[in-house]
């Protein structure tokens, strides 16, 4: 290095050779690509706004006792912390939840003082829509609520899923029209 650089002073060559030798070992941070989606480890528990803002500010409290009440049913499932999304509270916790947990915690945040229980729904497992973000189908419908029907209309518009014209009179011209005759 001293021949290749020769104005660099013997100082200044230890350090360049530092950091090059520092570095071999390290191996170099690996890029997520995939954006985090949602955890089976999560309850989401739908509720109202205020509701949700209630449990969250003695979210310490409820956790404990969440715990308490997992513990007396011989629970193996721990409940790390709770968030506030939007107008629902998830709570995180060790490893998934099963019915029997998922109503246990449902009957204990109704027992909380100044909830109102009518908002309180069912608490579940997120699901995955990474399949609608791939075909392009909106995650909400007019109605609110995604049905069947307004799946097949949808479907029916995405070029991918759409059978050629040429496939179409071919299918419509071999085909005979009594399919019993098959």
Same mark, same amino acid.
């Given at each position: 290095?001293?021949? /290749? ?15 090059? !030798? @520092? ?7 690996? %890029? !997520?690509?995939?954006? $985090?989606?949602?955890? $089976? ?8 706004? +205020?509701? *949700?803002?209630?449990i969250t500010k003695s979210a310490h409290?409820?956790? /404990? ?6 513990? !007396? ?5 721990? *409940?790390?912390?709770? #968030?506030?999304?939007? !107008? #629902? =509270? ?5 490893? +998934? /939840?099963?019915?029997?947990?998922? @109503? ?17 729904? *069912?608490?579940? %497992? ?10 392009? %189908? ?15 209309? =949808? ?15 071919l299918v419509s011209s071999k085909c005979p029209p009594n399919p019993t $005759?098959?």
């Amino acid at each position: 290095m001293k021949e /290749a650089f020769p104005s660099l002073s013997a100082n200044e060559v230890d350090k360049i050779l530092k950091v090059k !030798n @520092s570095s071999k070992g390290k191996k170099k941070p690996k %890029l !997520n690509m995939i954006t $985090r989606g949602p955890s $089976r480890k999560e309850v989401i528990i739908p509720m109202t706004k +205020p509701n *949700a803002e209630l449990i969250t500010k003695s979210a310490h409290k409820i956790i /404990a006792n969440i715990n308490e009440h997992l513990k !007396n049913s011989n629970s193996d499932v721990i *409940a790390n912390f709770i #968030r506030l999304s939007s !107008n #629902r =509270v998830i709570i995180t916790t060790n490893q +998934p /939840a099963n019915e029997s947990e998922l @109503s246990k915690i449902k009957n204990f945040l109704k027992k909380i003082d100044n909830i109102d229980l009518s908002s309180i729904e *069912a608490p579940h %497992l997120p699901k995955s829509k990474s399949y609608m973000k791939i075909i392009g %189908l909106p995650l909400n419908s007019e109605s609110g609520t995604i049905t069947p029907n307004f799946i097949k209309s =949808v479907l029916k518009e995405i070029h991918l899923f759409k059978m050629p014209h040429w496939l179409q009179n071919l299918v419509s011209s071999k085909c005979p029209p009594n399919p019993t $005759r098959w």
